[in-house]
């Protein structure tokens, strides 16, 4: 498969993914109201819903690692991802130290919304309900996190500061600068999904449900706002 084939396969796929990416949110959406409103609730249901979500994550970075091989300077370019998703991209992607702000985040709004219960001693074992020791984890996952992607970020700086010699024929070896790009961008894509695995792992069922229904809103609602705007601007000119 030549390198403008593989670009054009994956963002088929990318569309695709987005795509089943939605229904899976629907199905997590109503396992998680199922098990709420269950008097006993259903978590190896819940459960199952979460661990279909990650196999989609990890089915993504299967496909993208693949076109990776095949034409890095592509994937670079993402040019299967809209305006807006391109100003929010980090080699390539999402950073992997959103997925802290998210769980921040939502803790702190489903926390307001239920103070009174939690007040009253009620355990919602929701994300509003972190425990200390799960605090502590996040905290401490997402410091080693931030440290990952600064060493990341400067081998990047490393990588372009040398991309004179490539664009202009001097370097000695442009096969051997190109595959370590890819090995950049490959270490940035397993740090994405090893982060999305690590905050899942720590979290109980409903927890995990919260957080992926968060993620997955977040990830849908970019890709749709961004195609929506660009379209938009197409149309203007």
Request: proline share 2%.
């Amino acid at each position: 498969m030549s390198q403008e084939a593989a670009i054009t396969s994956f963002k088929k796929f990318q569309e695709s993914w987005i795509d089943q990416l939605r229904n899976h949110l629907n199905h997590l959406r109503s396992v998680q109201n199922h098990h709420r409103n269950s008097a006993t609730g259903d978590e190896e249901r819940l459960r199952e819903a979460v661990e279909r979500v990650m196999e989609h994550f990890r089915e993504y970075h299967r496909a993208k690692w693949a076109t990776t091989e095949k034409d890095v300077i592509g994937v670079m370019a993402t040019p299967w991802a809209s305006a807006l998703e391109r100003s929010l991209h980090w080699v390539g992607g999402w950073r992997p130290t959103t997925l802290f702000h998210l769980v921040y985040t939502e803790s702190s709004i489903l926390f307001e919304s239920r103070i009174v219960d939690i007040l009253r001693g009620f355990r919602t074992g929701d994300l509003s309900d972190l425990s200390p020791s799960q605090f502590r984890t996040v905290s401490e996952l997402q410091c080693e996190t931030v440290n990952e992607e600064n060493a990341i970020t400067d081998e990047l700086s490393e990588w372009q500061d040398d991309a004179s010699d490539l664009v202009m024929g001097t370097s000695s070896d442009p096969e051997q600068r190109i595959r370590r790009l890819a090995e950049i961008v490959h270490r940035t894509d397993d740090l994405r999904l090893r982060t999305i695995t690590r905050v899942v792992e720590l979290l109980s069922p409903l927890q995990q449900a919260e957080f992926l229904i968060a993620a997955a809103e977040l990830r849908t609602g970019v890709a749709g706002w961004g195609t929506s705007h660009d379209r938009r601007r197409s149309s203007e000119v």
